[in-house]
């Protein structure tokens, strides 16, 4: 079982960058796809990225393509989000999330959750 903290998040202006982390717990983190997703305020969870478990296969949404990177470290047990050109519109709260298998942009297919952290993106 893997247990995940993100951390990263705060308020920002536009125009910024900020990079988020998410801390694994446990052996197993190098053998599950990961993914980020966020969620506005009285909006669903949407995908943001997801990387397969070697960093092979990477995913991103569209509104978020070309500004923000997902990466990992497995010997560090530690998923990334590094988030340029930041704008209003990518205020939320960003979670983390692992699951078994090949990496999936359906928040249903993700087992495992962070608590979240808030981005605050001020214009």
């Known amino acids: 079982q893997v247990h995940l903290v993100e951390s990263g998040g705060g308020l920002v202006q536009a125009g910024d960058s900020a990079r988020l982390s998410c801390a694994a717990s446990g052996r197993a983190f190098s053998t599950y796809a990961m993914g980020w997703f966020r969620q506005a305020p009285g909006k669903e969870r949407d995908f943001v990225a997801h990387i397969s478990w070697g960093g092979s296969i990477i995913s991103y949404a569209d509104s978020v393509k070309g500004r923000f990177t997902i990466s990992r470290d497995n010997d560090k047990n530690t998923l990334y989000l590094q988030m340029n050109s930041l704008k209003p519109e990518d205020t939320a709260v960003y979670y983390c999330?692992?699951?078994?298998?090949?990496?999936?942009?359906?928040?249903?297919?993700?087992?495992?959750w962070g608590q979240g952290t808030q981005v605050t993106v001020s214009s």
């Open positions: 999330a692992a699951k078994q298998g090949r990496p999936a942009t359906m928040r249903e297919h993700y087992e495992l």
